[in-house]
């Protein structure tokens, strides 16, 4: 069984800085594309950031701020957000399509969800 733990959210105050990870386990032959979507109150589910084979897209309203990586040895990957602001207040999904040991064809799976919120 595959499964993305998550880690990192919490409560910072606008202008600071947070560091969310999320690492990959199970019965994983390769991952392709990883990436973090978040949800905030009344709104739909929006992309963040994505990164695959070293190629990386942001949404306009994180770019310059938040920063996508992933260490492929250890199955994680990382968003490094900085200059927070309310508006970054949502709760955030990590998202990998991964190759399982017994399937051929990747399979989108999705983390559990962490609660980022930036206040005062």
């Known amino acids: 069984q595959v499964q993305l733990v998550e880690s990192g959210g919490g409560l910072v105050q606008p202008g600071g800085s947070l560091r969310l990870s999320c690492a990959a386990s199970g019965s994983i032959n390769s991952i392709d594309a990883m990436g973090w979507y978040r949800q905030a109150p009344g709104k739909q589910r929006e992309l963040v950031a994505t990164i695959r084979s070293g190629s990386t897209n942001y949404a306009d309203s994180v770019k310059g701020r938040f920063t996508i990586s992933r260490d492929n040895a250890k199955n994680t990957v990382y968003l490094q957000m900085n200059s927070l602001k309310p508006e970054d207040t949502a709760v955030y999904y990590c998202?990998?399509?991964?190759?399982?040991?017994?399937?051929?064809?990747?399979?989108?799976?999705w983390g559990q969800g962490t609660q980022v919120t930036v206040s005062s």
């Open positions: 998202n990998a399509d991964i190759r399982s040991k017994w399937y051929e064809q990747p399979i989108g799976y």
